[in-house]
């Protein structure tokens, strides 16, 4: 059974600070998916990485893919309130179908 | 291109009624994903279909819980017999894509009085 790790599980800050969070697994995977979630709301996909070291920049936002494709890390630049929210990783491997969603960081952003 | 959609988007059943919740995946997408989810919890797999068929239940409860996706229409996920505990958020997604990026419903939130 393939299990992805987030931490941490919440995070409180104050806007204009940066921020990392990390997804980790022992198990490879092809894929990483970031996906963002508000309150009432259903995930929305930010980025997929797929090759093993790549950086996907989104705005104040970088993904990073670990060499070994094993884990993943978001970091945030100079965060806003806009930025609260759940942040999931997901990992899929091709022709598996489902995919193993970790259990999400809870950032809070205050202004 | 619409987006997957998901209704109702409130639901509340007593208990031992049933719920019948409903997922149109985006155009061209033929895999649907269910998931359920706590407040302040992550998403549970629930089962993943294709048309017309089951490929994995293996976070579905053995009773009262089912889904299909027909050949035509929305996914159904039904759940028989409501208790409280099923209350939730429970959403739906579809992809196509080779690295299964999934693209997710509003959510339906289920209140089980």
């Known amino acids: 059974t393939q299990l992805l790790e987030q931490s941490p599980q919440f995070l409180s800050i104050q806007e204009g600070e940066n921020l990392t969070v990390y997804c980790n697994s022992s198990s490879v995977f092809s894929s990483l998916q970031w996906y963002r979630q508000e309150p009432g709301e259903g995930p929305v996909l930010l980025v997929t990485?797929?090759?093993?070291?790549e950086v996907k920049k989104l705005k104040r936002l970088t993904f990073q893919f670990g060499d070994a494709r094993k884990d993943s890390s978001l970091h945030i630049t100079a965060a806003q309130p806009g930025d609260t929210g759940l942040y999931l990783c997901a990992g899929g491997n091709t022709n598996a179908g489902k995919s193993t969603f970790g259990d999400g960081t809870t950032l809070t952003v205050k202004p | 291109n619409a987006g997957v959609m998901q209704n109702p988007r409130h639901l509340v059943r007593r208990r031992g009624q049933e719920a019948r919740l409903r997922c149109s995946p985006m155009?061209?997408?033929?895999?649907v994903y269910w998931y359920r989810q706590l407040p302040e919890e992550g998403l549970k797999f629930m089962v993943y279909l294709q048309k017309e068929n089951i490929i994995d239940e293996s976070g579905m409860p053995k009773e009262r819980f089912s889904a299909e996706f027909p050949k035509e229409g929305p996914s159904i996920l039904r759940i028989q017999q409501v208790v409280r505990g099923d209350s939730a958020a429970y959403f739906c997604?579809?992809?196509?894509?080779?690295?299964?990026?999934?693209?997710f419903g509003p959510g339906t939130r289920l209140t089980v009085l």
């Open positions: 990485v797929v090759t093993g070291g």
């Open positions: 997604a579809s992809s196509q894509g080779l690295y299964n990026e999934q693209f």
């Open positions: 155009k061209g997408h033929s895999h």
